[in-house]
C-alpha cells in the first residue's frame, strides 16, 4: 500500500520560515508534489520534485530526499495569506494516479 | 481560475438518492480525475479517465460511477447516498494520461446528505 505522514498542524508568525514535512511509504515511487488548499477553496500546485535536492520557486522550496523517503516544503517571509492546508502528494507509476497525505494546517499570526 | 469548471457548487439531497456531478476540464486537457474530501481528512482518488476511458481506479464504491464524453467532459454518479457521502467533490484536469504530477483543480461541489 501507499501512505503518507505529515504534521496536522503548524503554527508561526509572520515573516517567519516555517518547514513542513512529509514522509511517505509507496511502491514505484516517481515524485513529490505540494499543494496548497485555502478554506473553502481548491487544491493549487505549488511544486514538484522527481530527483533528490531542493527546488525553489520564490518564496516556497521543496526538497526530496529519496533515499530517506522525505520531503519537505519550506516557506519563507511567512505572510497572512500563506495561512492554508498544504499537501504532500506521491506520484507513482505504478497506480498512475496522484496520492495525497491529509494535509498539515498552517496557521500564520501577526 | 484554474479553467476546470465543477457544477454544480452545492448539491442537498436526501439519503437513498442519486446525484450526477459534472466536471469540464481545462481545454485541450485529457484526463479528467475525481478526488473525495470529506471533513478534515486528505483528497481521496477515486476515478481517473483519459481519453474517454478508464485510466486508474482508487477507493471508488461500487454505488459511484464516472464516465467521461467525447467532448472530454465527466461526470460522476453517486447512487444510493449514505449521510457518510457527505463531502467535497473535486475533479481535476491534465493534459496527460498520468502519471501527472501537476493537476489543475476545479472549485469543487459540495455534496450534503441529509
Known amino acids: 500500500g501507499q501512505s503518507l505522514e505529515q504534521p496536522s498542524e503548524v503554527t508561526a508568525v509572520e515573516g517567519a520560515i516555517v518547514q513542513i514535512n512529509c514522509t511517505y511509504q509507496?511502491?514505484?515511487?516517481?515524485?513529490l508534489s505540494w499543494y496548497q488548499q485555502h478554506d473553502g477553496g481548491a487544491p493549487t500546485f505549488l511544486s514538484y520534485?522527481?530527483?533528490?535536492g531542493l527546488e525553489e520557486t520564490g518564496r516556497f522550496s521543496s526538497f526530496l530526499s529519496r533515499s530517506d523517503s522525505y520531503g519537505y516544503l519550506l516557506l519563507q517571509e511567512l505572510q497572512m495569506k500563506d495561512s492554508a492546508s498544504y499537501f504532500c502528494a506521491v506520484l507513482n507509476t505504478g497506480f498512475q494516479k496522484l496520492v495525497f497525505g491529509t494535509g498539515t494546517r498552517l496557521l500564520v499570526s501577526p | 481560475d484554474s479553467g476546470v469548471t465543477q457544477t454544480p457548487k452545492h448539491l442537498i439531497t436526501a439519503t437513498g438518492q442519486r446525484v450526477t456531478l459534472r466536471c469540464s476540464p481545462r481545454?485541450?486537457?485529457?484526463?479528467v480525475y475525481w478526488y473525495q474530501q470529506s471533513l478534515d481528512q486528505g483528497l481521496q482518488f477515486l476515478i481517473q479517465?483519459?481519453?474517454?476511458?478508464?485510466?486508474a481506479k482508487g477507493n471508488i464504491l461500487e454505488r459511484f460511477s464516472a464516465q467521461q464524453f467525447p467532448d472530454l467532459h465527466s461526470e460522476l454518479n453517486l447512487s444510493s447516498l449514505e449521510l457518510g457521502d457527505s463531502a467535497l467533490y473535486f475533479c481535476a484536469s491534465s493534459p496527460a494520461g498520468g502519471p501527472n504530477e501537476k493537476l489543475f483543480f476545479g472549485s469543487g461541489t459540495q455534496l450534503s446528505v441529509l
Open positions: 479517465y483519459y481519453n474517454g476511458e478508464e485510466r
Open positions: 509507496t511502491s514505484g515511487f516517481y515524485g
Open positions: 481545454s485541450g486537457d485529457l484526463s
Open positions: 520534485n522527481a530527483l533528490d
